[in-house]
């Protein structure tokens, strides 16, 4: 059994006092089968409804499936780290807290992970009522969070609403599809920056197979074309990884 497993046994008096609140999902995303049953049958028995996922990959795919209201990740895993996980979901996901396991402490791991957009960072291993309490606090804050004010991009001549689907241009206005507006909203917000493929696929389309590939490929020529009209722009292809909006000012 790993090294790293939670500290339980002191805790469980203390856990009782922790019943009765509102169900909160929670995605774990860890490779220690030892560490995933204890921390799910832990908090399952605390209300909690928890989903789980082995390395990254597969994480990435139920973090779009179950929308959870937190996730909590390690940073070693096969296929897929946590930490280029949680830098792919930051592309087209905010507002979702993360809380990160790890066995490394080096304050350039912590820093790492902060500056990815993690909430939260535990140390392996960790008591499981410290984790309780960090998963409610995470959980809380995510339901007092309000709405954030409507975004304008400008984009060299353009000027983008993804709020109303609107692209201006020399006095004209025209109205994109729902689709071709988030991709080009998440191109933005990425703008000058790789937007992978994957979490864009799963985010728009709730599945990353072939055919929505092509679909995308679609939409992406489809933009192109209607920022023809400003050559200073271009979507660029970044071979293998996904898609890039420049701007020569």
């Known amino acids: 059994m ?3 497993l939670p500290v339980i046994s002191s805790e469980r008096s203390e856990s009782r006092n922790l019943m009765n609140i509102d169900c909160i999902n929670i995605l774990l995303v860890e490779d220690e089968p030892d560490l995933v049953l204890i921390i799910r049958n832990t908090l399952t028995s605390q209300g909690f409804n928890v989903r789980t996922a082995m390395d990254g990959e597969e994480g ?9 209201d937190v996730l909590v990740a390690d ?21 979702t807290p ?7 402490s080096a304050i350039d791991d912590v820093v790492e992970g902060f500056e990815l957009g993690a909430n939260d960072y535990l140390k392996k ?9 960090r998963l409610r606090s995470l959980a809380g804050r995510r339901q007092v969070q309000t709405a954030p004010a ?11 609403h993804p709020d109303t689907l609107r692209l201006d241009h020399a006095g004209t206005s025209e109205e994109l599809s729902p689709r071709e507006a988030k ?16 979490p864009l696929l799963l985010e728009i389309w709730g599945d990353d197979d072939f055919f929505n590939s092509r679909s995308l490929q679609v939409f992406i ?21 996904g898609y890039k909006l420049l701007v020569n000012e």
């Open 98 to 104: 993360v809380l990160f396991l790890t066995a490394r």
């Open 125 to 133: 291993p960790f008591g499981m009522m410290e984790l309780i309490v």
């Open 150 to 160: 409507p975004q304008t991009y400008k984009i060299g001549e353009f000027t983008f």
């Open 60 to 68: 990435l795919r139920k973090f779009y499936a179950e929308k959870p």
């Open 2 to 4: 790993s090294e790293f």
């Open 75 to 95: 940073v070693m895993m096969p296929k897929m780290d946590g930490f280029t996980m949680v830098r792919q979901i930051r592309q087209t996901d905010q507002q």
């Open 221 to 241: 020529s489809k933009l192109r074309r209607r920022l023809e009209p400003d050559p200073r722009i271009r979507i660029v292809n970044v071979r293998g990884e």
């Open 183 to 198: 991709i080009l909203e998440l191109l933005c917000a990425s703008k000058g920056e790789t937007l992978y493929t994957r």
